[in-house]
């Protein structure tokens, strides 16, 4: 079945120590974001890409970069994690402009920063 | 700007009632309408949209939604509850930028008793 695959589905690091996300999808969707959310709130956006164009939210921090090597395949890296990015990190990806598609979830990242 | 409410932060309900989660909008132009719901440690499933045409949207698992322009309101219904029912949902308008954005609510759970 076609999918949004998101590694690992939980992630410990330490306070300060870089870590990597991991997204991945067989939709062949060409718009791909990344959202925070925490405790039962509402996804916050963080940034997208249009094909390999990187938007950038104006409120996400300089901490919290992503790469986008291909379609298949996108990542969300924490430079230095802080207590405060303890969260659920979701995956989505969305077939073209327009904003008529519903986006497609993957089923989340916890991180837990200790 | 566009934005969304959900007056409720929970609804409750017996299990083979009725129910309905009730979403508002404001949007400058056509609005794109989404429901998703989240069940815990998961990502957003899509439930169904409404882009235009019938004001009474199908969607999955039994849920429908009415789009009501005169009360902006697009509100989730299901004519039987099932236990399984019970979980987050958000409801969301596409952003007006055009990039396929989502506004998020503040999301509804929403809690069916046997």
């Known amino acids: 079945d076609a999918m949004v695959i998101q590694n690992p589905r939980y992630q410990v690091t330490q306070f300060g120590k870089p870590v990597t996300l991991s997204c991945s999808q067989t939709l062949n969707h060409n718009v791909m974001y990344w959202y925070q959310q925490k405790s039962s709130q509402a996804p916050k956006l963080l940034f997208h890409?249009?094909?390999?164009?990187?938007?950038n939210e104006a409120d996400t921090p300089d901490n919290f970069q992503s790469r986008r090597p291909n379609t298949s395949f996108c990542f969300l890296d924490i430079r230095s994690p802080g207590l405060g990015d303890a969260a659920m990190y979701l995956c989505?990806?969305?077939?073209?402009?327009?904003?008529?598609?519903?986006?497609?979830f993957g089923p989340g990242t916890r991180l837990t920063v200790l | 700007a566009q934005s969304v409410a959900q007056p409720e932060d929970q609804v409750n309900v017996a299990e083979g009632n009725p129910l309905t989660v009730k979403c508002t909008y404001s949007?400058?132009?056509?609005?794109?309408l989404f429901w998703y719901v989240q069940y815990p440690n998961r990502g957003l499933q899509f439930l169904l949209k409404?882009?235009?045409?019938?004001?009474l949207v199908k969607g999955s698992y039994g849920f429908e939604a009415e789009f009501n322009k005169s009360q902006t309101s697009f509100h989730l219904k299901k004519p039987s509850a099932l236990v399984s029912d019970s979980a987050l949902y958000f409801c969301a308008v596409r952003d007006g930028d055009n990039t396929g954005k989502l506004i998020f609510g503040q999301g509804t759970t929403l809690q069916v008793k046997p």
């Open positions: 989505a990806t969305r077939l073209g402009l327009g904003g008529y598609n519903e986006q497609f």
């Open positions: 949007v400058s132009g056509n609005p794109y």
């Open positions: 890409y249009y094909d390999k164009d990187f938007n």
């Open positions: 409404y882009i235009t045409g019938d004001n």
